[in-house]
């Protein structure tokens, strides 16, 4: 069974800049979360779309949007980067619990 | 608010030498309490759920139990491949998983 996969393992980019980070979940599965996990700073919870709608969302601002298509596969956009937002973003999925991680996106702000 | 607290942030062992990590935590309606493994570069590996009091779960070399405010990781007889960043989380009401900092676990031959 193939495990979360997310594209692309490593993004750099500019402060500024637009970033789209992309998620496919296990099959079968319909809940897509997203968390930031920054140095020193933890899994910090961002996102979490079921069945194509956005269910809560953590401490995070408005920048940091996202969406979850039909197929249930989802894309986090992080608009007008800044340096700070340099962290690895992981995505995670479930049918239930438990919460199934990939092994994120590395995105880097120069 | 949720919150997790893991001890130690660090703990290096020799090989065979048992110990216990330990996350203390504090959330509304408790619904599950998670351990995950963490190698560099990857993303976390689910290794347990617990949903009450008294619960305990094995695999392998660790056994989490849990109380009504913490959750201990046991590792018996630790190997180097245990060598990770393990991780608890717990979910509450608003469904959403809190993340601890995590321990750092390092096992000498």
């Known amino acids: 069974e193939a495990g979360v996969t997310q594209s692309p393992t490593h993004l750099i980019k500019t402060r500024g800049q637009q970033a789209t980070l992309r998620c496919s979940p296990i099959?079968?599965?319909?809940?897509v979360y997203w968390y930031q996990q920054a140095l020193g700073l933890g899994l910090q919870f961002l996102l979490w779309y079921d069945e194509g709608e956005e269910r809560n969302r953590g401490n995070f601002p408005p920048r940091f949007s996202g969406r979850q298509f039909p197929n249930y596969s989802s894309e986090l956009n992080v608009n007008a980067l800044e340096l700070e937002d340099s962290a690895l973003y992981l995505c995670a999925s479930s049918l239930t619990q438990p919460q199934h991680f990939g092994d994120g996106t590395r995105l880097s702000i120069l | 608010e949720d919150q997790v607290t893991q001890s130690p942030e660090a703990l290096r062992l020799q090989e065979g030498e048992s110990s216990s990590l330990n996350c203390s935590y504090t959330v509304s309606g408790l619904r599950g309490l998670f351990w995950y493994r963490q190698d560099p570069g990857k993303g976390p590996e689910f290794l347990f759920t617990l949903y009450s009091a008294g619960e305990e779960k094995e695999k392998e070399r660790l056994k989490a139990t849990l109380t009504k405010k913490e959750s201990f990781l046991h590792i018996t007889a630790p190997k180097p491949e245990d060598s990770a960043t393990y991780l608890c989380?717990?979910?509450?009401?608003?469904?959403?998983?809190?993340f601890g900092q995590g321990t750092r676990l390092t096992i000498n031959p």
């Open positions: 989380a717990v979910k509450g009401g608003a469904q959403k998983l809190v």
């Open positions: 099959s079968g599965h319909t809940s």
